[in-house]
């Protein structure tokens, strides 16, 4: 059967934007078969039990998809697992007696908003700015229509599979987007359909990441090793040419 | 209440085509002075947000998430059909039609599911269009697969991540809709009331959720695309924040709910682990392609199993029981969601179940690997290979088709599916029933519109595999396009609808004195815990097999919780600041109204069909039982608080007969 562990949760707590935040420390009895979110639900009907204030967190599929949930954990952002977003972290990974160390996502761009939620609205502006193929409704020639190599249409997926949690960001010491930004940039980019546009863009999508203080790539890597779906840093070489190919003219490879 | 259809007239194959070209549309110029608000945005309501946004309607889009991108059609993982006939296996819009009403248990509109086959078409292009990376094959064309209930391949996928793939795409395109500004995204807000104005729906009252401010939202039109309502049975595969309240909302102002308790629970999911457990997670239909469903024949081998002293593999092939190959041999392992699943808690109810509770099958791909293992082989030209050898090619075979779902089953059981079979058992996943609305889309409220899962419409009793993704966007992409034009060519000369009205007035302060209520009762027990017990209730009286007395109980178990709900919660925090204890108390009081409705209308269809089976209405070798000459109808129900109120929509059948649906 499955075996209970003792934990200590040690967790960031601040009330919201405008106030300094502190760390907070919990007991929690947990159990091996737990998600690392579910610890945090029985720490949670505790605090309630109690009549405090639970903590706050994002999440909503539990399935690793959504991109909602985030939690730095112990340094990593969501956790100690490779390719594993914190709601698919099972509590089998930790040891019994432990404490574990819960902080938000650090990055200038993803401000705080409350214990351990930050406002990530920066990503859907860089989207905004030139994420997408400019297709109505009822506009679309047939599927079939443009063949796609199978590698070509495989390693645009690859790119696409980007959850949008921004891993990435917390993941580098300089709070850069590059690997967000060049995963849409890729996926896009790599389509006849969206080559059309491609330059344009690159160009309007690195200028938005500018502009909301993201920081500058200088290629630790970082962000590949934390992001739950193993985004490869080539995107952002991809980008990188993209990006002077629209600026200073010239054949995209 | 006369419940109007609106079912064009003419041929079936025309009807669509021939009322698109005919009904009333609204030109460009009165188009941008017109405001629609769209609630939701998953693949139903982005694509619609987008799309209106596209024809240049003003507006106002939706979502209680921190960004567009994450509502759960996301999750979904197998794939989305479309009668392209790319395989040229015989498929066609007439065929996909009729495999939707067959798996829908003959108890959907025929023209609504029609229009759905026809729009699947137009889907993939769009998709395309987009850049959503569907699996293509070595020729750069699309390729497809199969999926249970259908003998044709008519399924485009990406990988195990088709939800993901086709929401970014619709994400893209309402994002550029916004860059346009013919879209306003409202992030963190939840829709909380329904305001109407002359009988016809204006507008929402909104809460802000980081603030907790209210907000009053005016418009020409509403459009629902909120979802289904799965999480009342609390344990689901939906997702935590998934919930009923603006359709719920919506129904208490006056909308009509219909077949309330057509609840789809598939069959193939993660079983419970314990109480702590939040929620559960579904493995694509497609592992039945190739997984064999068996429990033990011995009780006492299921037992040992359960106890832990023995192990599936330890098993000898003639004492497993492959129960889906021995009922259904026709479908085998598969049959339809539905049937499935029934079977499983068949044999679990009988004693076979094989984890430490008892509730769970098990889904084996032994035999693949060796299938596989033994193709790979022969394309390579081995021919000296030990069995472990064939075994390892086939693994290698296994984990090319299904390898992000494996990955994703030992990360959560921390077993390894190559080396033991899979534990599954069936958990609520979806849900047919939904909002009444017409052919347009649009329910009995003038200007209400609702589209997905959040209405009624497609289904029928039982929803098909990759059928979701293709009507969320139908609705959105191609029908809510034109239909919405219907009641909008009658608003061109309605002014900007102001949203300081007595209604609005009224409907902020109903909301703002619930919120208040909630907050004050300062009871002793957790939100989560009242959902919890809730859930219990749903699962064991409405879940996979219901009967009247049952049913009868269960309602009135939710009444009692309901009103030690309203005695004894306990919600922590202010109104004024983001509070998530907040926002479950709000869905979860919804749910407890909702959950007593489901029960009066399992009670009221003494019938199985599709996901709805009644204990006294079986056949003779223990299989579901229509009875169409009594319950050939849609019940569209009237909210009251003491006692709903039944409205019957007779279903016509012009085109197919209603069969017996066998799978044997």
Known sequence: MSEDIK?????????????????????????????????????????????????????????????????????????????????????????????????????????????????????????????????????????????????????????????????????????????????????????????????????????QMDKEGFGMCSNIGACEAECPKEIKLDNIAFMNRSYFKAVFGGELE | MNLNSKIPAGPLADKWTKYKSTMPIVAPNNKRKLEIIVVGTGLAGAAAASSLGELGYAVKCFTFHDSPRRAHSIAAQGGINAAKNYANDGDSIYRLFYDTIKGGDYRAREANVHRLAECSVEIIDQCVAQGVPFAREYGGLLENRSFGGVQVSRTFYARGQTGQQLLIGAYQSLSRQIALGTVQMYNRHEMLDLVKVDGKARGIIARNLLTGELERHAAHAVVLATGGYGNVFYLSTNAMMCNVTAAWKSVKKGALMANPCFTQIH????????????????????????????????????????????????????DRDYFLERRYPAFGNLVPRDVASRAAKVECDKGHGVSPTGLAVFLDFSASMVRYGKIEANKKGLTDLTDTQIVALGEEAVSAKYGNLFEMYEKITGENPYKEPMKIYPAVHYTMGGVWVDYNLETNIPGLF??????????????????????????????????????????????????????FMAAEKATKDLIDKLLNIKGNHSVESFHRRLGKIMWEYCGMARNAEGLTKGRQMIRALRDEFYKDVYVPGNNDEYNPELEKALRVADFMELGELMMMDAFNRNESCGGHFREESVSEDGEAQRKDSEFAYVAAWEWDHTEPVLHKEPLVFENVELKTRSYK
């Open chain 1, 7 to 207: 934990l200590n949760i040690k967790v960031w707590r601040q009330k919201n934007n405008k106030s300094a935040g502190g760390f907070e420390t919990y007991p929690v009895n947990a159990n091996e078969h737990m998600s690392f979110l579910e610890m945090l639900d029985v720490l949670n009907e505790d605090l309630v039990n109690q009549k405090k204030e639970p903590v706050a967190f994002e999440h909503d599929c539990r399935e690793g998809i959504c991109g909602t949930c985030s939690l730095v954990i112990n340094g990593q952002p969501h956790g100690p697992n490779a390719g594993t977003t914190t709601c698919q972290l099972h509590m089998r990974h930790f040891k019994n007696g432990e404490t574990i160390v819960v902080e938000p996502y650090r990055a200038k761009a993803f401000p705080v908003l409350k214990d351990l939620v930050v406002d990530r609205s920066a990503f859907d502006r860089i989207i905004q700015a030139g994420g997408y193929i400019s297709v109505n409704a009822g506009q679309a020639p047939d599927g079939n229509a443009i063949p796609i190599g199978k590698n070509k249409a495989g390693k645009s997926f690859e790119s696409a599979a980007c959850i949008g949690c921004g891993a990435c960001v917390a993941a580098c010491p300089n709070g850069s987007a590059m690997l967000f930004t060049s995963a849409k940039v890729t996926h896009l980019g790599l389509l006849p359909q969206g080559e059309v546009e491609a330059e344009r863009r690159t160009e309007a999508m690195v200028a």
């Open chain 2, 450 to 503: 609702a589209l997905g899962e959040c209405n009624f419409s497609d289904h029928g009793a039982n929803r098909l595999g990759a059928s979701a993704l293709m009507q969320g966007l139908a609705d959105g992409y191609f029908v809510i396009p034109y239909t919405i034009g219907t009641f909008l060519a009658n608003e061109i000369s309605t002014p900007k609808v102001k949203n300081d009205s007595p209604e």
């Open chain 2, 267 to 318: 069959p193939t999911c993660i079983p419970v682990s314990g109480e702590y457990q939040s929620k559960l997670t579904l493995m694509s239909e497609s592992l039945r392609n190739d997984g064999r469903v068996w429990v033990p024949k011995k009780k006492e081998d299921a037992q040992a199993i359960q106890q832990g002293k023995l192990k599936g593999v330890q098993i000898k092939e003639e």
